[in-house]
């Protein structure tokens, strides 16, 4: 009787092995489409031969091939994470999240759109349209060698974001474009027309303090009767008027 047990739980087993081999291997419970979806910045031809790897494979198996996003991660810099949606155990989705865009560069021959951390989101992308594109901040006046590369050097994106920073403590509602003109020369556009020269980086929060003092003490700036706001001295503001 005990033999008996023995036989029966052995083959129970054996059953279960063979079924989750099966399972594991057969062509029946393989992916076979593949879609995806978030990307605007990223074109879809670079996603397809990344991740078609997981076309013809078992969903089981896929499943764990998910497990972790840093090699894809660094093979899309434009990319904040990836996330996979199962529609059936046949068809599965590449869930892109792209990073968003904080600064526009304007160059003689294009708009590049950069993130935060300084990547170039648009450099492959042949659909630049974005929404709102009126929040991001315009910078103008940088070389196009600069953009050559997936990421803003590093000096830049330090510069840049240090400016940025200043502009959302001091200015975050004033419509504003940056033009560099060198390193030490370094003008605010408000509205696209009112030129205001803070000159290089140094004590930087100090002029755009003063500016923000200047505007709550004279109310909106009226371009119309200002010719340009020199705060390149940062102990004062000069307002030079149209005659």
Request: proline share 4%.
């Amino acid at each position: 009787m005990k033999r008996f047990r023995r036989l029966i739980a052995l083959l129970v087993i054996l059953f279960l092995l063979g079924a989750t081999v099966y399972f594991l291997t057969s062509s029946k419970f393989s992916i076979q489409t593949l879609r995806y979806e978030g990307n605007q910045f990223i074109a879809t031809q670079p996603l397809k031969k990344k991740f078609d790897e997981f076309v013809g494979k078992n969903f089981v198996a896929a499943y764990f091939m998910m497990i972790g996003q840093t090699k894809w991660l660094k093979a899309f810099p434009e990319a904040e994470h990836f996330k996979f949606k199962f529609h059936s155990i046949h068809d599965l989705s590449v869930v892109v999240t792209e990073k968003k865009p904080t600064v526009a560069f304007i160059t003689g021959k294009h708009m590049y759109l950069v993130s935060s951390d300084g990547v170039i989101l648009n450099r492959n992308a042949k659909n630049t349209g974005l929404e709102q594109m009126d929040k991001l901040i315009i910078i103008r006046g940088i070389s196009e060698k600069q953009f050559n590369n997936p990421y803003l050097p590093a000096y830049l994106l330090a510069n840049i974001q240090k400016i940025t920073t200043s502009i959302g403590r001091f200015l975050p509602s004033q419509p504003l474009q940056i033009v560099f003109d060198g390193d030490d020369n370094l003008t605010i556009l408000q509205n696209d027309t009112l030129p205001i020269k803070i000159g290089s980086l140094q004590e930087i929060d100090k002029k755009f303090g003063n500016l923000k003092k200047l505007i709550q003490h004279v109310g909106a700036l009226k371009e119309t009767e200002i010719e340009y706001i020199d705060l390149r001295a940062p102990n004062r503001v000069i307002v030079k008027k149209i005659p």
